[in-house]
């Protein structure tokens, strides 16, 4: 809760519009639906922080979705541990991996092994 609140004051005091590296993650169906937001702290260029999950998807559709309930479920958990391993993003629960951000750009269930979607970063616009 501490990083959206976070990320929420910097947004409307323009350091989010001013920072070169991003901390914001769009997260998106295969077909490229929105499906919301991974914010990470304390940017996502680290080896390690926390996260937390915004899931909002434009097209209402999207929640009859096996991935958009997977990724409700998680956002519901709260705020996530994750570190960086070359090329990739392991998101952790009480240790526990739970999400991979693959470097190809895929979103990767790990306890089920399904593939929820695709992510890249939003750049702050300048």
């Known amino acids: 809760m501490k990083i959206i609140i976070l990320f929420i004051i910097s947004l409307f ?3 989010v519009m001013a920072s070169d590296s ?3 993650i769009e997260l998106q169906t295969i077909d490229k639906q929105h499906l919301g937001f991974a914010l990470f702290h304390p ?3 680290a080896n390690s922080g ?3 999950f915004v899931i909002v998807p434009q097209n209402t559709e999207l929640y009859d979705l ?5 990724l409700l479920d998680i956002k519901e958990e709260g ?3 994750w570190s960086r391993t070359e090329d990739d993003i392991v998101v952790l629960s009480k240790g526990v991996q739970i999400l991979e951000f693959d470097g ?3 979103l990767v269930h790990l306890p089920s092994k ?3 979607g695709t992510w890249f970063s939003a750049k702050p616009r300048q």
């Open 79 to 81: 705020e996530y541990q």
């Open 104 to 106: 190809n750009g895929t």
């Open 66 to 70: 096996k991935e958009t309930t997977i």
């Open 43 to 45: 940017e996502f260029e």
């Open 114 to 116: 399904t593939v929820l």
């Open 13 to 15: 005091s323009g350091l």
């Open 22 to 24: 991003s901390n914001v």
């Open 50 to 52: 926390d996260c937390v």
